[in-house]
């Protein structure tokens, strides 16, 4: 299937799960409970994730349970030539909206991307080999190209397709928590 028809559809189903707010959050509790109890969550110490949309599987409750933890959590800004930089945030960083309506912080140091422990990667599609669909624009495929700290998505089964080929720049997440019976797949 065509990329772009999925990220379509993968758009469609997250705006349509997110009008029913109570199953989306019970979905959000299964997945985060799995990611919490994994030993890529222990071992980690410094956290990368996104700010995510309203429509997307929500990050802030990840984000307060590492800084209580005492975990240190960096958050990206979008850089010239589709580049990711890093920054480390805490419960008093300020946001602003990138071009693309993500919240990015204003402040805070960067983070080298060996410091990186663990990245939760964004994505609207997840193949059950680790691939994923995004938004696009490629941002997080040429991060990750060089990436050493794990990688794992959190994806709702509505965000499941195995029906489509990753092309040649496509990064896999290392790990996919969801909600299924399955539960999660694992690729290392």
């Known amino acids: 299937m065509d990329k772009e028809l999925l990220r379509e559809k993968g758009m469609q189903r997250l705006k349509n799960l ?68 890093f920054y480390e945030v805490d419960e008093n960083t ?38 994923r669909i995004g938004f696009g624009k490629g941002y997080y495929d040429r991060f990750l190209e060089d990436f050493s700290g794990k990688t794992c998505g959190l994806a709702f089964a509505e965000q499941l397709n195995n029906d489509w080929q990753p092309e040649n720049f496509d990064q896999p997440v290392s790990r996919v928590y969801t909600d299924t019976l399955e539960r999660s797949f694992v690729y290392e």
């Open 18 to 85: 997110a009008e029913h707010l109570d199953q989306k959050q019970k979905k959000e509790k299964q997945i985060t409970t799995l990611l919490f109890h994994s030993q890529l969550w222990k071992e980690a110490k410094t956290i990368a994730m996104v700010r995510s949309q309203s429509f997307e599987f929500n990050t802030q409750p990840i984000m307060d349970k590492a800084l209580q933890e005492g975990k240190k959590v960096a958050v990206p800004k979008t850089l010239p030539n589709r580049q990711l930089g």
């Open 94 to 131: 300020t946001y602003q909206f990138s071009n693309f309506g993500i919240e990015e912080p204003l402040s805070g140091g960067i983070v080298n991307k060996e410091n990186i422990d663990l990245m939760l990667v964004p994505g609207l599609i997840f193949s059950k080999s680790g691939y």
